[in-house]
């Protein structure tokens, strides 16, 4: 009877145990952290007077979901940066994946693309907004255009450097199977190169949020862009910080749904958090 019990014991102690090696109680001390350091540095004045409490942010925030600003509440205008920015991404996938593969497949691909991509590639997105308003004017083109613009690098980049780094070892190993060149890219090539395009995606996915801002902070009149600038215009600084914090939660909700499909399309990479 002593026995079963003590094996209770531990199994109970083994389901609690550290909780200090629990990552879910580590998130949560964090976040707390984090945020009585914030509400401590805007009571004490540490960075002046226009840096608000959490809970005023928090107060900012309900205000802006039922009363509308410009015409559109604060669902309203996070959808239409979200839908830039989902088109904006996906364009650039569809597009930058292709190129990038391509690049490092095929040497005439690459002769002709690479010189130029090189030539464009340093040259940051927001220096494009004055030649897509003059192109497509104010409107959701020109927006778009400049989150494609910024979000296509990153996956043509790890496309392009995924297949190349692919180990040398694993191709002599399905060639002594028989394999031809088309298998050899189906079932060596892509399978180790998907991490790393994964990994240019979600960058890529970090870059349509930023780009997306740029391109809402002139002449747009909805977007979470828009409230940030009219935060700045009207000197409301919960404002501004609440609208980075919805961009902040939206964008890591979409980046989980990334890091979800990476899992199931290539359930062998490693990782870290596990």
Known sequence: MDGTKTTTA?????RLGNPLKNKWVLYIISIVGFLLIWDLAAVTHITGKFLPRPIEVFIRLQDMLVNPLAGKTLLEHLWFSLRRVLIGFGIAVMIGVPIGVGMSINKYINAIVKPIFDLFKPMPPIAWISLAILWFGINETSKIFIIVIGAIVPCIINSYNGIRLVDESLYDAIRILGANKYQ????????AAFPAIFAGIQI???MAW???LAAELVGAREGMGFIIMTGMNLGRPAMIIGGMLVIALTAWVLSALVGYLERKICPWKIDLNH
């Open 10 to 14: 531990t199994s109970w102690q083994n």
């Open 184 to 191: 050899e890219i189906i079932e060596v090539t892509f399978p």
């Open 204 to 206: 890529s996915l970090s």
């Open 210 to 212: 930023t780009t997306v």
